[in-house]
């Protein structure tokens, strides 16, 4: 079965503090993995993706599949990232691929 | 650009009454969209996938009499829950692949919030 696992529903840091998001998930094949992010009272909306391997906003995902992990992290925490964060995961295919979410963990930057 | 709309934003209905939601992408063909329903404080739950031209694909536990989609065109895919009652009532999200370019990104509408009385 798929399954996305975010054991915190709730995260709070200081700015400038290092973050970490916690996400592990089982799949019975080879998954494409992604983190969400939704702002206050916006959209959701994609952060990255770990196919492409790229920093956005100073986040980095590395996809860890011996612990079947994809945790996020970010070394210095901002006020601005505060929001509500989704992993998610889809099989790999041709075309548009179904996503199955976690729960979420709602981060909160404390000044 | 990949901007996906949804009309209505926000609808209040009396129980027994069908209520239809549209899912427009604005910039983009999308030959899949995908509806999602996300209860308080819940994370989003996958009902269906309406593929332009085809009957949708509904997931287990989710009645598709219940929850009609039409997917008519490359833009434009709409939910339309039939004879709503109060547990229906709900945030109802969906989002589009593009046609062209990455078609596993999926982009998201900005939700519809269903009450039913």
């Known amino acids: 079965a798929q399954r996305v696992t975010q054991p915190e529903k709730l995260l709070s840091v200081f700015k400038g503090a290092p973050v970490e998001l916690k996400c592990n998930y089982s799949?019975?094949?080879?998954?494409?993995l992604f983190w969400y992010v939704q702002y206050s009272r916006q959209r959701l909306q994609l952060l990255l993706r770990h196919i492409s391997r790229e920093s956005i906003k100073g986040f980095t995902a590395d996809l860890n599949k011996g612990e079947t992990s994809f945790h996020l992290k970010k070394p210095f925490a901002q006020e601005e990232d505060s929001a509500m964060y989704y992993c998610a995961l889809s099989g790999r295919g041709q075309g548009a691929q179904k996503l199955v979410f976690g729960q979420g963990t709602r981060l909160t930057i404390n000044p | 650009g990949a901007v996906v709309s949804q009309h209505p934003s926000r609808v209040i209905c009396k129980s027994g009454t069908s209520v239809k939601i549209e899912c427009r992408s604005l910039?983009?063909?999308?030959?899949?969209m995908f509806w999602y329903r996300q209860f308080p404080k819940q994370s989003l739950m996958l009902m269906a996938t309406s593929n332009e031209g085809s009957k949708a694909t509904y997931e287990q536990g989710v009645e598709k009499d219940k929850f009609l989609i039409n997917h008519a065109s490359l833009t434009l895919s709409t939910l339309t829950v039939t004879s709503a009652h109060p547990e229906d009532s709900s945030f109802y999200i969906c989002?589009?692949?593009?046609?062209?370019?990455?078609?596993?990104?999926?982009?998201f509408g900005p939700g519809t919030r269903l009450l039913v009385l």
């Open positions: 989002s589009a692949s593009p046609l062209a370019g990455v078609r596993e990104t999926q982009y």
């Open positions: 799949y019975s094949g080879s998954p494409e």
């Open positions: 910039d983009f063909q999308a030959t899949t």
